[in-house]
C-alpha cells in the first residue's frame, strides 16, 4: 500500500536547494559556523543601516559592500532572500547636529538619507529589498515596549521608560562579557536612579525643540536599540535567518537588539547567525565621524570607480578590520584592469586555441564562497584564471565560453568587473589602422605611424607591442 505525503510547490523546491546549495557562516554568539536558512526556503535576512546624521563614508561602504556580495551569492545559487536594512532617521546624533546647524532634525536626516542613497548606488548596492525608516514604525515601537511592559520588563524614570537588564540571565552573550564587565555610558544623574547601570532606554521623554509622538508613558522619542527590533520582527516575526552590523555596533546595541527579541519571543533564537564586518582603519585608528578622521564618499566617488572601491574591500576577509590606504584603489584599478583585458581576450578564441579547465577554476571559487563568504580567495581565483587566458595565445571556443561565463557569473554577486564602454572606432577599422601602422614602421615612416599610435590612444584604444605583434584593447 502506497501512503502519499503531498508537499507545497515551495516544500519541494526547498528540498531540491537544501541538497543543491548550503553555506556557512561563522556565528558570533556560539563562535561556531552554523548553516544558515535551514528552516524556510525563503531567506530573511536583517543588516543595521546608518544613523544618517552626516555624510556616508567609506566605512560604511565596507559594511554594506560585503552584505550586498553576500546576498546576491545566495540569490546566484538559487536561494530566495529577502535584505531588510533599517535607516536610524531619528536619534540624539541627529538632534545634535540639527541643533549646531540651525536645522530642523528630520529635515537633516532625510537630507543625509538622500546622500546614502546616492553612495550605495554609486558602490552598486542595490540588493536591498526595503529600506525601513525608523519614524515609519512609531506604532510598531510603542506596541513592542507595551509588550514589555506587561512582561515587567520595563520601568520609569524622570527621562523615560527602561528596559530591565537584570531578568534575563544571559545578557552579554553576545559580547561574550560576564556582569561585572559590561559598562554602559549613561549620564551619571540617570545612573543614580537606574535600577541596573546596564539597563538601557526603550522610550525618550519630550525635550523642548526635539521631534516627539504621542505615546501611552508621554510624548516623546524612541530609544535607539528598540528602534531596530521594532523593525526586524514587524517585518519577519518570530524567526530570521541571519542578523548582520559593522562591529562597532557589536555592544551595546546589538546586545541591547538580542534582549529585547529575548524577552518579547521567550526565545534566544529568534536569529540563529549573528555577523560583523571588521572594522576599517586609517593608520590603524577606526574610521568614525565622532574621531573626524573619515573619508568621505564623495571624495572617493570622482577619484574611482565602483568596481574598484568594491574590489579592494572584497579583496579582505569580511570580518577582519582593515587598514584603508589610497594604495589599495591603486592596486585595485590595475588589477581590474587585467581581468578586463583578459575577459575581451576570450572573444578572439580559436578551434585550435588552448584548453583550460574552466570547471575547477568554478567549483573552487563556489568551494570557497559558501565557507563564510570568502571573496578574498574567490578574486584570486578570478585573477588566476585571467593569468592562464593571458599567457595563452588564445583558447579554444569551449574554453573561452565557459571561461567567460564563469567571469559573467562571479561578476553578479562581486561586481568587479566593469561593463564594456560604448565602442567608438569600430573593431574592423582598429585592424586596419593597426596594419597601416606597422607597414609605415616597416619603411621606418615613424612620426607617421606615432600619428595613428596617438589618435588610437585618444580614442581610446590602447596598445602593446611584442614579440606576436600588437595587441589592443578599449580603455
Same mark, same amino acid.
Given at each position: 500500500?502506497?501512503?502519499?505525503?503531498?508537499?507545497?510547490?515551495?516544500?519541494?523546491?526547498?528540498?531540491?536547494?537544501?541538497?543543491?546549495?548550503?553555506?556557512?557562516?561563522?556565528?558570533?554568539?556560539?563562535?561556531?559556523?552554523?548553516?544558515?536558512?535551514?528552516?524556510?526556503?525563503?531567506?530573511?535576512?536583517?543588516?543595521?543601516?546608518?544613523?544618517?546624521?552626516?555624510?556616508?563614508?567609506?566605512?560604511?561602504?565596507?559594511?554594506?559592500?560585503?552584505?550586498?556580495?553576500?546576498?546576491?551569492?545566495?540569490?546566484?545559487?538559487?536561494?530566495?532572500?529577502?535584505?531588510?536594512?533599517?535607516?536610524?532617521?531619528?536619534?540624539?546624533?541627529?538632534?545634535?547636529?540639527?541643533?549646531?546647524?540651525?536645522?530642523?532634525?528630520?529635515?537633516?536626516?532625510?537630507?543625509?538619507?538622500?546622500?546614502?542613497?546616492?553612495?550605495?548606488?554609486?558602490?552598486?548596492?542595490?540588493?536591498?529589498?526595503?529600506?525601513?525608516?525608523?519614524?515609519?514604525?512609531?506604532?510598531?515601537?510603542?506596541?513592542?515596549?507595551?509588550?514589555?511592559?506587561?512582561?515587567?520588563?520595563?520601568?520609569?524614570?524622570?527621562?523615560?521608560?527602561?528596559?530591565?537588564?537584570?531578568?534575563?540571565?544571559?545578557?552579554?552573550?553576545?559580547?561574550?562579557?560576564?556582569?561585572?564587565?559590561?559598562?554602559?555610558?549613561?549620564?551619571?544623574?540617570?545612573?543614580?536612579?537606574?535600577?541596573?547601570?546596564?539597563?538601557?532606554?526603550?522610550?525618550?521623554?519630550?525635550?523642548?525643540?526635539?521631534?516627539?509622538?504621542?505615546?501611552?508613558?508621554?510624548?516623546?522619542?524612541?530609544?535607539?536599540?528598540?528602534?531596530?527590533?521594532?523593525?526586524?520582527?514587524?517585518?519577519?516575526?518570530?524567526?530570521?535567518?541571519?542578523?548582520?552590523?559593522?562591529?562597532?555596533?557589536?555592544?551595546?546595541?546589538?546586545?541591547?537588539?538580542?534582549?529585547?527579541?529575548?524577552?518579547?519571543?521567550?526565545?534566544?533564537?529568534?536569529?540563529?547567525?549573528?555577523?560583523?564586518?571588521?572594522?576599517?582603519?586609517?593608520?590603524?585608528?577606526?574610521?568614525?565621524?565622532?574621531?573626524?578622521?573619515?573619508?568621505?564618499?564623495?571624495?572617493?566617488?570622482?577619484?574611482?570607480?565602483?568596481?574598484?572601491?568594491?574590489?579592494?574591500?572584497?579583496?579582505?576577509?569580511?570580518?577582519?578590520?582593515?587598514?584603508?590606504?589610497?594604495?589599495?584603489?591603486?592596486?585595485?584599478?590595475?588589477?581590474?584592469?587585467?581581468?578586463?583585458?583578459?575577459? #575581451?581576450?576570450? !572573444? @578572439?578564441?580559436?578551434?585550435?586555441?588552448?584548453?583550460?579547465?574552466?570547471?575547477?577554476? +568554478? =567549483? $573552487? %571559487?563556489?568551494?570557497?564562497?559558501?565557507?563564510?563568504?570568502?571573496?578574498?580567495?574567490?578574486?584570486?581565483?578570478?585573477?588566476?584564471?585571467?593569468?592562464?587566458?593571458?599567457?595563452?595565445?588564445?583558447?579554444?571556443?569551449?574554453?573561452?565560453?565557459?571561461?567567460?561565463?564563469?567571469?559573467?557569473?562571479?561578476?553578479?554577486?562581486?561586481?568587479?568587473?566593469? #561593463?564594456?564602454? !560604448? @565602442?567608438?572606432?569600430?573593431?574592423?577599422?582598429?585592424?586596419?589602422?593597426?596594419?597601416? +601602422? =606597422? $607597414? %609605415?614602421?616597416?619603411?621606418?615612416?615613424?612620426?607617421?605611424?606615432?600619428?595613428?599610435?596617438?589618435?588610437?590612444?585618444?580614442?581610446?584604444?590602447?596598445?602593446?607591442?611584442?614579440?606576436?605583434?600588437?595587441?589592443?584593447?578599449?580603455?
Amino acid at each position: 500500500m502506497t501512503i502519499w505525503f503531498p508537499l507545497k510547490y515551495n516544500e519541494i523546491l526547498f528540498i531540491l536547494q537544501r541538497h543543491a546549495y548550503t553555506v556557512k557562516l561563522k556565528d558570533e554568539i556560539s563562535g561556531k559556523y552554523v548553516e544558515i536558512g535551514n528552516y524556510s526556503p525563503n531567506l530573511k535576512i536583517y543588516v543595521c543601516g546608518p544613523t544618517v546624521y552626516d555624510k556616508p563614508h567609506l566605512g560604511h561602504l565596507r559594511t554594506y559592500v560585503a552584505y550586498d556580495a553576500m546576498v546576491k551569492y545566495m540569490r546566484h545559487r538559487g536561494r530566495s532572500v529577502f535584505y531588510l536594512q533599517n535607516i536610524t532617521d531619528i536619534d540624539d546624533k541627529i538632534i545634535n547636529r540639527a541643533l549646531e546647524t540651525g536645522q530642523d532634525p528630520l529635515a537633516l536626516s532625510r537630507k543625509y538619507t538622500l546622500d546614502y542613497m546616492d553612495a550605495m548606488k554609486y558602490a552598486g548596492v542595490d540588493s536591498v529589498n526595503y529600506y525601513a525608516m525608523a519614524t515609519h514604525h512609531i506604532k510598531d515601537i510603542i506596541k513592542q515596549i507595551k509588550r514589555l511592559e506587561k512582561k515587567g520588563f520595563t520601568y520609569t524614570l524622570p527621562d523615560g521608560v527602561y528596559f530591565r537588564v537584570w531578568m534575563l540571565k544571559n545578557y552579554g552573550r553576545l559580547k561574550h562579557q560576564s556582569p561585572e564587565e559590561q559598562k554602559t555610558g549613561a549620564r551619571a544623574k540617570v545612573a543614580e536612579l537606574k535600577e541596573d547601570q546596564r539597563d538601557f532606554v526603550l522610550w525618550k521623554f519630550k525635550k523642548e525643540g526635539e521631534p516627539s509622538w504621542r505615546s501611552p508613558w508621554g510624548e516623546g522619542r524612541p530609544g535607539w536599540h528598540i528602534e531596530d527590533t521594532a523593525i526586524s520582527l514587524s517585518f519577519f516575526g518570530s524567526r530570521f535567518d541571519l542578523h548582520g552590523a559593522g562591529r562597532d555596533l557589536l555592544f551595546p546595541h546589538n546586545e541591547a537588539e538580542l534582549s529585547i527579541m529575548t524577552a518579547l519571543k521567550n526565545s534566544e533564537n529568534v536569529c540563529p547567525a549573528w555577523s560583523y564586518t571588521g572594522m576599517l582603519k586609517i593608520n590603524g585608528e577606526k574610521m568614525s565621524k565622532s574621531l573626524n578622521n573619515f573619508i568621505p564618499v564623495d571624495d572617493v566617488m570622482q577619484k574611482y570607480s565602483r568596481e574598484e572601491v568594491r574590489y579592494a574591500f572584497l579583496s579582505s576577509l569580511y570580518p577582519t578590520d582593515l587598514d584603508f590606504s589610497w594604495n589599495m584603489l591603486e592596486e585595485s584599478r590595475k588589477n581590474i584592469s587585467y581581468i578586463r583585458r583578459s575577459y #575581451e581576450k576570450l !572573444e @578572439k578564441h580559436s578551434q585550435k586555441g588552448a584548453s583550460v579547465d574552466v570547471g575547477s577554476y +568554478r =567549483e $573552487l %571559487l563556489y568551494r570557497n564562497m559558501d565557507d563564510d563568504f570568502n571573496t578574498r580567495i574567490a578574486i584570486s581565483i578570478l585573477m588566476e584564471l585571467a593569468s592562464e587566458i593571458m599567457k595563452a595565445n588564445s583558447l579554444d571556443s569551449e574554453s573561452a565560453n565557459e571561461a567567460k561565463k564563469l567571469f559573467d557569473d562571479a561578476n553578479t554577486f562581486l561586481g568587479i568587473i566593469p #561593463e564594456q564602454k !560604448e @565602442k567608438g572606432i569600430p573593431e574592423q577599422s582598429v585592424e586596419s589602422l593597426l596594419k597601416l +601602422r =606597422e $607597414l %609605415l614602421r616597416k619603411k621606418k615612416l615613424y612620426p607617421e605611424s606615432d600619428a595613428i599610435r596617438e589618435a588610437l590612444k585618444n580614442a581610446g584604444i590602447i596598445m602593446e607591442d611584442g614579440g606576436n605583434g600588437t595587441e589592443w584593447r578599449r580603455e
